[in-house]
């Protein structure tokens, strides 16, 4: 029922969120007041940065070294920076990346941000965490705005993202990506696996009607 829903009103949403993303938007919540600027993935959208948010609201992050990585409005890092957290924000989007120096200026708060095509720029070893919302349609992106949605028909961010970690990632990083049960689960945890790390379960929630997971990628 859910998928025949979707299908239905998808057009309309996008059409609608296409429009809405054309300028520069505000946006408060978790203490923060952020301008999302334009072709930015929008946390007040989609449910993925909230939820994560709410995960970690649960966790310690004090003096820990977190990067989030595809920062997009850099909600995430704002909210763990505030609790006190060493946060870098990385992107390949220039606006994401305008965004996240003005919004830190705006909010006077210290990250670092980072322009950098996963971790091409960046050592995940410089961290205790790392927090992904990846794009995970299988579509080829056609501009920086589907960056934020689309991982290549084939699936080829996560096989970049998967080869990167399995040559560089040492065993004591956290490593934490949320997933919505309207991606291919079944295909992204058997890239995973094929580069020797298991994807589990630490967070599950359902919210207008989708299930969404938090994995913690761990080496099997």
Known sequence: MRALIKKIVHPVLNRWYQRRTKSTQGYRNHGLDLLIFPDVFHPGVFLSTNI????????????????????GSGMISFFCAKQGAEVTAS????????????NAERNQILINVVASNLFE?????????????PPYYPRNPQNQKDE????????????AFFTQ????????????????????????????????????????????????????IVPN
Not at 91 to 102: F, M, Q
Request: include cysteine.
């Open 52 to 71: 994560f948010i709410r995960f970690l609201k649960t966790k310690d992050l004090q003096n820990k070294r977190i990067l989030e990585l595809g920062a």
């Open 91 to 102: 992107d390949i989007n220039e606006n994401a990346l305008d965004g996240l120096r003005s």
């Open 121 to 133: 720029s960046i050592n995940p070893n410089d961290f205790d965490m790392i927090l992904i919302n």
């Open 148 to 159: 934020a949605f689309y991982c290549g028909v084939n699936f080829e961010y996560f096989h």
């Open 165 to 216: 970690i399995e040559e560089k990632l040492q065993d004591n990083v956290d490593l934490l990506m949320i997933l919505s049960v309207d991606c291919d689960l079944s295909m992204i945890k058997k890239i995973g696996m094929d580069h020797g790390f298991d994807m589990k379960v630490v967070h599950a929630t359902t919210k207008r009607m989708e299930r969404n997971y938090i994995f913690q």
